[in-house]
């Protein structure tokens, strides 16, 4: 079974800084898939980041990018230049090929100071 | 692209009825969708899993019975609550995988579901 762990319930940064929201996940499948997403207050899914668990890349989008250890089951989301807007709900989220079911943790509020 | 749609956005219906939630895909086809439900404050439960043309997957502990999923085509998937009650009340939300893009999902917007 695969689990997702989501250590942080909030985390708080100061506008313009950056954040790492930590994330750990375990699966025994080699094909796998790993998401961010953002839900903000009006409670819409919004795809932050995906990374394949294939690549050894970290997977980079403008401001966000994440730390992909992959011996650790690790996968941790920076976000740099913290603005007011990415002030949210953040899930990570895990899936395999073959179910392609989603296992969310259980999320990180972060609030962004101005 | 990848577009969801959810209908009604928001519903409050009286203990004992049904309310039918509609979730459409208005730009891609797909061949499977996903229903989860919210609590306040709380992460998304995957509660059904649906394939056009197949019965629906339920997880474990969900009532097939109360929760009715269909999928009668590649654009459209339907959740129906029957006999609602109060404790039934909580934000409903699908997701839906394009084939073509494997393992994203993609998601509405959400619907509240009250129930007095």
């Known amino acids: 079974a695969q689990t997702v762990t989501q250590s942080q319930p909030e985390m708080s940064v100061q506008e313009a800084e950056t954040v790492t929201l930590s994330c750990t996940y375990d699966?025994?499948?080699?094909?796998?898939?790993l998401f961010w997403y953002k839900q903000p207050p009006s409670r819409q899914m919004i795809l932050v980041i995906r990374q394949e668990a294939y690549k050894q890349q970290n997977a980079t989008e403008n401001r966000f990018s994440v730390n992909f250890q992959k011996a650790a089951k690790s996968f941790s989301l920076k976000i740099s230049d913290s603005q007011l807007g990415d002030a949210a709900m953040y899930f990570c989220a895990c899936t395999t090929s073959g179910t392609y079911k989603y296992i969310f943790g259980t999320g990180t509020r972060l609030k962004v100071l101005a | 692209g990848a577009v969801v749609s959810q209908h009604p956005s928001w519903v409050i219906c009286k203990s004992g009825t049904s309310v039918k939630i509609e979730c459409r895909s208005l730009?891609?086809?797909?061949?499977?969708m996903f229903w989860y439900r919210q609590f306040p404050k709380k992460s998304l439960m995957l509660m059904a899993t649906?394939?056009?043309?197949?019965?629906?997957?339920?997880e474990q502990g969900v009532e097939k019975d109360k929760f009715l999923i269909n999928h009668a085509s590649l654009t459209l998937s339907t959740l129906t609550v029957t006999s609602a009650h109060p404790e039934d009340s909580s934000f409903y939300i699908c997701?839906?995988?394009?084939?073509?893009?494997?393992?994203?999902?993609?998601f509405g917007p959400g619907t509240r579901l009250t129930v007095t």
């Open positions: 730009d891609f086809q797909a061949t499977t």
């Open positions: 649906s394939n056009e043309g197949s019965k629906a997957t339920y």
């Open positions: 699966t025994s499948e080699s094909d796998y898939y």
């Open positions: 997701s839906a995988r394009d084939f073509r893009t494997l393992n994203e999902q993609y």
